[in-house]
């Protein structure tokens, strides 16, 4: 994962947001969402794709069977709905907002394919984010169907860690201030909340770990 390309911060408002660009200022428009409200379904039309400027969102489909299935939980500054930039006309995953307070910036596919012609270095962006995306899930999907719980939790701590971590001068240990709560990390890694919380207890017990509501803290390995 650390040979992918990624976005600082990971936040997209500051590089795709149409206000940054003068031409496009008045090509986009922000709306509220609360808890459980969809941005869109399965099987809707794909015009447009959406930014987050705040709260959090969950992206996933349906089994044959009802089951649902989480493909990614968002955070402020990240992109979806971006198949359709890539030419999809129809959604094949549901977007619903997770959070009371979810803000999200829509662009239509016609302004965004305009803004890519006009500017090849934001079009690079685009297509790059896309494809670390991409990546990401794939290996997410891999880690699903091939390795235990423990093992899975273990290695999205990790991704965690490449993703929010920062390290501590005094211990060297590294702190996770993540967006995620137990319940949201259960459903990406296929498994319940109380198995979240009993596999992270044994980690704490392993000295692997340490945890609490606000931040994961990785601790250093000592000879």
Known sequence: MQSLWFFDDVNLIQILCPHKFNEYK??????????????????????KIYLIES????????????????????????????KAILGDDKRDEFAQSIDNKTSIC??????????MQKNQSFSFKVHKFIGFKFKKLERRLQLLLFKDTKTRLVEFLLELCQDFGKNCDK?????????????????????????????????????????????????????
């Open 26 to 47: 008045n090509e986009h428009n922000f709306c509220a969402y609360n808890k459980k409200d969809y941005i869109y379904f399965e099987s809707d039309s794909a015009n």
């Open 55 to 82: 709260g959090k969102v969950k992206i996933g489909y349906y089994t044959e069977d009802g089951n649902e299935v989480i493909k990614a939980i968002l955070t402020k500054g990240e992109l979806f709905g971006e």
């Open 106 to 115: 829509s662009i239509d596919v016609d302004t965004m394919h305009s803004m």
């Open 171 to 223: 211990t060297g240990d590294q702190i996770i201030r993540h967006p995620y709560t137990q319940k949201d990390i259960a459903s990406l890694i296929g498994t319940s909340r109380p198995t979240i919380n009993i596999l992270l207890n044994e980690l704490k017990e392993e000295n692997y770990l340490d945890f609490n509501r606000k931040e994961i803290r990785i601790l250093k390995k000592t000879a």
